[in-house]
């Protein structure tokens, strides 16, 4: 089955830009996604196709794959950012996800 | 308001069952495959089913096959899962999802998630 892996911790200090990797094989094969999850709230897809931004997401969040690995990057990071960060792809009709990054803004 | 909105969580024991429903608003739910995503406690997320627009295809992982079925009601705008035949670690928040595909491609996201609804299995 296919898996993808994630640092289980990524810390920043605010203003600063943080990234977060994602990794599995021939992943820029396939379109990742990335979500964020906030302790007692739905997650939210802050970039999908890669790189896309859905409506009413900041525009320092943005993402690439290529290769093996895909990543997000947050720029000018903000308290607010802080959270369980997940990266998704598809396979054999279902979804997988990355184990998730706690992002911390110190 | 565009939603999606669970229930039918609870505590059940082990071997119990139970079903969950998930209420869609705001959209034309019959154009969507639809999801169920579960958390447990400290750890990640998962799917485990999806389901098509019409319901005619249906996908489940492994851990849950034969266990659990998906499946819905476009005239109420309703998704359910029925778990049967529960264990301990089937203890999460389980959510409901909207899938949308990457045109010209087989990838998919999901771009609308509901609240949540906690099932624990436990003696």
């Known amino acids: 089955s296919y898996e993808l892996t994630q640092p289980p911790s990524v810390s920043v200090s605010p203003g600063q830009t943080a990234s977060i990797p994602c990794s599995g094989d021939?992943?820029?094969?396939?379109?990742a996604s990335w979500y964020q999850h906030k302790p007692g709230q739905s997650p939210v897809v802050v970039i999908y196709e890669d790189s896309k931004w859905p409506s009413g997401i900041p525009e320092r969040f943005s993402g690439s794959n290529s290769g093996n690995t895909a990543t997000l990057t947050i720029s000018g990071t903000q308290a607010m950012d802080e959270a369980d960060y997940y990266c998704?792809?598809?396979?054999?009709?279902?979804?997988?996800f990355g184990g998730g990054t706690k992002l911390t803004v110190l | 308001e565009v939603q999606l909105v669970e229930s039918g969580g609870g505590l059940v024991q082990p071997g119990g069952s139970l079903r969950l429903s998930c209420v869609a608003s705001g959209f034309t739910f019959s154009n969507y495959w639809m999801s169920w995503v579960r958390q447990a406690p400290g750890k990640g997320l998962e799917e485990m089913a999806n389901i098509k627009e019409d319901g005619s295809e249906k996908y489940s992982v492994d851990s849950v096959k034969g266990r659990f079925t998906i499946s819905r009601d476009n005239t109420k705008n309703s998704l359910y899962l029925q778990m049967n035949s529960l264990r301990a670690e089937d203890t999460a928040v389980y959510y409901c999802?909207?899938?949308?595909?990457?045109?010209?491609?087989?990838?998919?996201?999901?771009?609308?998630w509901g609240r949540g609804t906690l099932v624990t299995v436990s003696s």
């Open positions: 998704q792809a598809w396979d054999s009709s279902t979804a997988v």
């Open positions: 999802a909207r899938d949308i595909e990457v045109a010209g491609s087989n990838d998919w996201y999901f771009d609308l």
């Open positions: 021939k992943l820029g094969d396939r379109y």
